[in-house]
Structure formats: structure tokens, C-alpha cells
């Protein structure tokens, strides 16, 4: 945002609709008006670019974009708003350009200025566009003299009351919040003397009072409404900065008590922040921290006021707050008994699915680059969408998507782990005794595809590992922390995307389907010892169950048809995403880097036909772990055992698509 001014120009902040240039300093003119010096490289360069109706186009869209009716008398102010520079040097361009060969005389006589030739250059002496203003200075606007302060995410809360305070902002707060403002050195009243009712019933009520929803929902122009809080010495309250209970983060926690969930659904928070919203007009109601510094901005640099624009946009984001924050109780109460008891919850979907989300970021473009795409976080600052980034450049949505995979498929395994991920399939995967040994096994794999590929791991990352990783261009690594001395490792590449990750269990994915969704549990089961039952004739060695056993775990997170090659800890190669199991044996050997003789190979479903076995046989591989339930597992058990290979079905498919 730029401003712009001029002594019959008030202050503005557009978005820029023209490309920055560098211009000289502005002087004064004896009557106050200010010009700009002479700026005829500016103006050439944008003469040699653009003709005189295209910088009025740009201009006119500037202005409607501040709600302004466009007339040729707002040419210049237009200028400086597309500009985003001062008017007076936006109009000395302007008379530059009016003054070119180019432009006609009927141009000319249709601009709204008075030109004096000084040494051969063009000067501004008069500016007559008075009706060109700043949005947040509307007449009558109303300020704000008193503000109510209650909230649980107390993020830059006492920077933001401070500026309040020092604008002559009466503060008014409760409970936790008026002790954090007093002790960092900031007046504030009591609700409990503005209301005459001390805080009651274990703080449930303490806002829920005439004097404090009087003041705000009163309408300020309504001399019934002025008169009715007169006569019951209901003060004004212009603005309402309220956050809500974390019910979300009580309900995502594991094994919560119903009595916690109940304490924690919030009751004045949410009738104040509806109170403030549908008196928009009068009252400006804050729900986020993120919007703090933008709020006390304007009301600086507008003398204690917000414009109506403002005050609109934050009643829309309040009105969605707490119509998440009710669907969010909705949906979790929707799965629990009166007495407390999981009811259907892990047995069935509910009734109607509720989905409410807040929107983190809007992100670069999405899968493709024709596409727009936004990630949308649940409000529990756990799993990807809750990641902190701590280095690198902003994150893609095919980075987001990656990056998930990578974490899903490192929590498979409870010993130092690493994947590398490309196109959400495994390129490598291993364990090791530490992070670097797993890492390098990974790389082994398929050190080509892992080339910009996304590292995910089960540790926080530590300077050995780092020192590994560096070597290689990678797109993001996701992990449950970085120690300092990693963080120094990869500080030189500053384009690499560092994000810290709290896991999040999830509980249904989602696909979407025209006029609705699919909604599935997540595929989490574990493979139990008793799921193995050995088909084959031959028994699998010790080391090959455990080979069999990690295979497995990664077989479960490569899309269909997989087929997956491995050691004990290490993958060899993958077959991922083709139409035809066998085709999916032969590219996974193919794709192979270490040798094939002796690995295993896992299934993530059964085997149609036995040319998959026969493929599998004939590269080396001594071992198969698949679902099994073919009508021609009998043919498959065969090929088996005529190759020597030890068979362990599991009973469990993981198709993934």
C-alpha cells in the first residue's frame, strides 16, 4: 500500500495498478501547494511506454476501486493514486504528458489545471480536486472512546491495548486479560465496575449484563435508543476485541472429558463478538490477533476512527468466527452421549458433516499454475496446516501436499526415519541408528528422483543430519524440530523451507465427488503379529519377516498399484500408480539402484495372476508380503513355491489413490 497527499488531496491508501518508478524530492510552492522538480527522465520513460488514455484508464481504476464517481476532474488525484506517489508529482508528469506532440488539444482542454512555463518546465499552480479522499476519513465517522478487552489467545494483546490507551481509549477488561494489561503498565476498568456485578459462578458470567451489550448494540443515530441508555447510564462501547475458548484444541486432545469439552464452550465471548457484528455500523468488533496492527494504524493515523469498509470487513470475519466456533461444538457433541459416553462417534459418520475452517494462507497458485488454491487450517495449530516454517521461501501447494505424505509415512515407524518424497510416493525410505544413517540409506534408493524431492522424519534434526541433507536440493524438510546447530548448517540455503510439525492424528480423509464428498476413515491400522499367515511351503527367515514388516509400512503410502523392493530398514526400489500389477513388479526393479538379490518385496494388494510372483522371482527377491484373497491365490502360492519364495499373507489391502 502507498500513500499519497496533497494539501486538497487527503491521505489515501490504494493498491497500486502501475509500475514503480524512482522520482526526485518535492518542493513547496509559495501557496502551499506542493510540485514536484522537474522529472523529465520519469516522464519520458513512462511517454515512450504508455499513451495518455492508458494512464487515465489506470487512473479512473484506481479511484473506483476507492469508491470514488469518476469525472475528468479527478485526472490527477487518479495519477497519483496509480502511481502510488505524491499527486504533485504525479501531476507534473501528467502536464508532461499533456504537453507531448502526441496528446490533442481536446485532451488537453478536459484536464483541470493552470500551467506556468518556469525555465522551460511546466509547473502545477492549481489542484483543484477537492472531492478526492481517504475512505477512512468519512464524514461523521464515528470514533472509538471505549473499548471491552476478553480474550484467551493473548498474543500481542498488551502492544495493541497500549496503542489503544495512548490514543485516549478508555480500556474495559476482564478476569486474565485486565491482569495481563496491568501488569504490563496499562490502565483498564474492571467489567465488574461498569457493570456493579462482581465476576460470578466460576467466571461464567461476566460480561452478560445490559450496561455491557447496551453499550454496544445501542444505534448511535437512534434518539429512542441514545435516550433508553441515558436513563440506565449504559456507557458506549465503539469497539470489542474478543477470542473464544480453544474449544477445538480441548477437543482434539486425546481421551478429554466431556466435563473439560462443556467448561470450554464459550458463552459471553461469543455474545459480545454478535452484539459488536450486527451493530457494525457503530461498533468495531477484533477476533484476531492478526488483525491488531492494521486496526491500530488506522485509528492513528485517522484521529481514533474506523471506516465503515473496516469496520464491515472485520463483522464478516466475526460472523464466521462464531459460526465456526458453534459448528466445531456441534460436530464434536454431535458423536457423544448425555452421560458422557462415546455414543457413535467411533463407530459411525455423523449425521450432517459440519466442516469449518480458517483460512492460514492464500497460497502462490495451486497443482498447476492456472489454478488458485488457499490452505485452510482446523484452529488446533497441530499437523501440517498448523507447521511453523522457520526458513525458506513461502510454501507451495504441491510443497504442502509432499510434505504431508513425508510426515504421514515417517509416523509409520518408532526408530530414527526418513522418507523423501516425490509427487507424494516414496523415492527412498529407511531407518537407521540415527537420523543421518537413515537419511543416506533413503538416498541410496533412488538418489535421481530424490533431486527436489521433500524430506520428512520422526526426530527433530540434528547437525550430523543437517550436514547430510545440505548436500542435497531439496524443495522442504518437515520434522518435529530442528536443534540449533542444524538450523546453522542450513542457514546458507535460503531458499529451503524448514517447517517444525506437531502431529496430528487425523481421523477421516476426504475426497471430493460432483454434487457432494466421500468421507472415509484414514487408513491407520497397524499390522498386528497375528495378522501374518504364511501360504508358501518355506518359512521367512527372521530377517526376512522384519524386511517383510518395513516394506509393508511403506507399500501402504505408494499409490496404486504398488509394489515395493526393501532390505530390512532400507527401500531398494519403487513400483508406483500403474494400471497393471505386473507393470508395477518391473518398474520398482527397474527403478532399482543396490541390488535386488535378497530383497523382499510387499503388495499393497493381492496378486491377480502369478506373472507379478514370476517377476518378482526372476530379479532376485526372496520373500512376498501381500493381502492375499484372490480366486487365484492358489495359482500365486504355486508360482511361489516354485521359485523358493516365502509367501506371508496379511489379510489387509492398502489401496491408495
Same mark, same amino acid.
Given at each position: ?6 494539501? #486538497? ?49 489506470? /487512473? ?18 487518479? +495519477? ?18 499533456? %504537453? ?29 480536486? =477537492? ?8 464524514? *461523521? ?28 481509549? @478508555? ?12 501488569? /504490563? ?38 434518539? @429512542? ?7 440506565? *447510564? ?5 469497539? &470489542? ?35 459488536? %457484528? ?25 484521529? *481514533? ?29 454431535? *458423536? ?11 463407530? /459411525? ?27 485452510? #487450517? ?21 510443497? +504442502? ?48 528422483? =530424490?533431486?527436489?524431492?521433500? +524430506?520428512? &522424519? ?11 541433507? =545440505? ?58 503379529? #497375528? ?19 518395513? %516394506? ?68 532376485? %527377491? ?20 516354485? #521359485?523358493?519364495?516365502?509367501? &506371508? ?9
Amino acid at each position: 500500500m502507498n500513500q499519497v497527499s496533497n494539501s #486538497s488531496c487527503n491521505p489515501v491508501s490504494v493498491q497500486g495498478v502501475w509500475p514503480q518508478h524512482s522520482y526526485t524530492g518535492v518542493q513547496s510552492e509559495p501557496n502551499g501547494l506542493r510540485t514536484s522538480k522537474p522529472l523529465a527522465g520519469s516522464a519520458r520513460k513512462l511517454r515512450e511506454n504508455e499513451t495518455v488514455a492508458t494512464l487515465m484508464l489506470a /487512473s479512473f481504476r484506481a479511484l473506483q476501486r476507492i469508491g470514488i464517481n469518476i469525472t475528468p476532474n479527478h485526472f490527477y488525484c487518479g +495519477i497519483a493514486a496509480a502511481l502510488g506517489t505524491e499527486p504533485g508529482q504525479a501531476t507534473h508528469l501528467a502536464i508532461q504528458f499533456l %504537453a507531448s506532440p502526441s496528446v490533442s488539444a481536446g485532451h488537453r482542454q478536459t484536464m483541470p489545471h493552470r500551467l506556468e512555463s518556469n525555465q522551460g518546465s511546466p509547473r502545477l499552480l492549481e489542484f483543484p480536486v =477537492a472531492r478526492y479522499r481517504n475512505p477512512s476519513l468519512e464524514p *461523521g465517522m464515528p470514533k472509538v472512546k471505549r473499548a471491552i478487552l476478553s480474550v484467551t489467545d493473548k498474543t500481542d494483546l498488551a502492544e495493541f491495548a497500549r496503542r489503544l490507551s495512548a490514543l485516549g481509549i @478508555e480500556l474495559i477488561s476482564t478476569g486474565g486479560t485486565a491482569k495481563l494489561l496491568r501488569d /504490563s503498565g496499562i490502565r483498564v476498568r474492571d467489567v465488574s465496575e461498569l457493570t456493579g456485578f462482581p465476576e460470578m459462578l466460576d467466571g461464567r458470567v461476566k460480561t452478560l449484563h445490559p450496561k455491557v451489550h447496551g453499550g454496544i448494540l445501542h444505534r448511535r443515530e437512534d434518539a @429512542e435508543h441514545r435516550s433508553a441508555v441515558a436513563e440506565y *447510564g449504559i456507557e458506549p462501547i465503539d469497539m &470489542v476485541v474478543v477470542n473464544l475458548y480453544a474449544f477445538e484444541k480441548t477437543a482434539a486432545k486425546q481421551n478429554v472429558e466431556i466435563d473439560e469439552l462443556i467448561e470450554n464452550i464459550d458463552i459471553g465471548g461469543p455474545s459480545m463478538i454478535r452484539s459488536a %457484528a450486527k451493530n457494525f455500523h457503530d461498533v468495531a468488533v477484533v477476533t484476531s490477533p492478526a488483525d491488531y496492527d492494521l486496526i491500530a494504524t488506522e485509528l492513528e493515523s485517522s484521529g *481514533g476512527g474506523l471506516s465503515s469498509s473496516t469496520r464491515w470487513r472485520l463483522a464478516q470475519k466475526a460472523f464466521a468466527t462464531t459460526a465456526a466456533y458453534d459448528s466445531a461444538i456441534a460436530s464434536t457433541l454431535d *458423536g457423544i452421549s448425555g452421560n458422557g459416553l462415546q455414543s457413535r462417534a467411533e463407530s /459411525s459418520f455423523p449425521r450432517v458433516l459440519r466442516l469449518s475452517f480458517n483460512k492460514v494462507i492464500d497460497l502462490r497458485y495451486g497443482e498447476n499454475p492456472h489454478q488458485k488454491a488457499a490452505m485452510y #487450517s482446523d484452529g488446533s495449530d497441530k499437523g501440517v496446516a498448523g507447521g511453523k516454517q522457520i526458513q525458506g521461501k513461502d510454501l507451495s501447494y504441491n510443497n +504442502i501436499v509432499d510434505m504431508q505424505a513425508a510426515w504421514d509415512l515417517a509416523q509409520e515407524f518408532q526408530e530414527p526415519f526418513c522418507a523423501i518424497i516425490k509427487h507424494t510416493n516414496p523415492a527412498g525410505a529407511a531407518t537407521g541408528q540415527t537420523l543421518a544413517e537413515a537419511y543416506k540409506k533413503a538416498l541410496q534408493c533412488d538418489p535421481v528422483s =530424490a533431486f527436489g524431492g521433500v +524430506i520428512g &522424519v520422526n526426530r527433530a534434526i540434528d547437525e550430523a543430519a543437517a550436514e547430510e541433507m =545440505a548436500k542435497l536440493f531439496v524443495e522442504v524438510i518437515a520434522a518435529p524440530a530442528f536443534d540449533a546447530a542444524a538450523l546453522a548448517k542450513f542457514s546458507s540455503k535460503k531458499n529451503l523451507r524448514l517447517v517444525e510439525i506437531q502431529n496430528a492424528p487425523q481421523k477421516w480423509a476426504l475426497k471430493n465427488i460432483s454434487g457432494g464428498i466421500l468421507l472415509q476413515d484414514v487408513d491407520a491400522r497397524p499390522l498386528a503379529e #497375528s495378522d501374518l499367515k504364511v501360504a508358501s511351503k518355506r518359512q521367512p527367515t527372521e530377517e526376512e519377516k522384519r524386511a517383510l514388516i518395513f %516394506a509393508w509400512k511403506i507399500c501402504k503410502h505408494v499409490k496404486s498399484n504398488a509394489i515395493v523392493y526393501a532390505r530390512d530398514g532400507q527401500t531398494v526400489g519403487v513400483g508406483a500408480g500403474q494400471m497393471s500389477r505386473v507393470d508395477s513388479c518391473k518398474i520398482g526393479a527397474m527403478k532399482a539402484v543396490l541390488p535386488l538379490k535378497g530383497t523382499v518385496a510387499a503388495s499393497d494388494a493381492f496378486f491377480p495372476f502369478p506373472d507379478g510372483v514370476e517377476e518378482i522371482a526372476k530379479v532376485g %527377491a526372496t520373500a512376498i508380503i501381500q493381502p492375499g484373497g484372490s480366486v487365484r491365490d492358489q495359482e500365486v502360492i504355486e508360482a511361489a513355491d516354485r #521359485s523358493g519364495l516365502a509367501m &506371508v499373507f496379511t489379510g489387509v489391502r492398502h489401496f491408495r489413490h
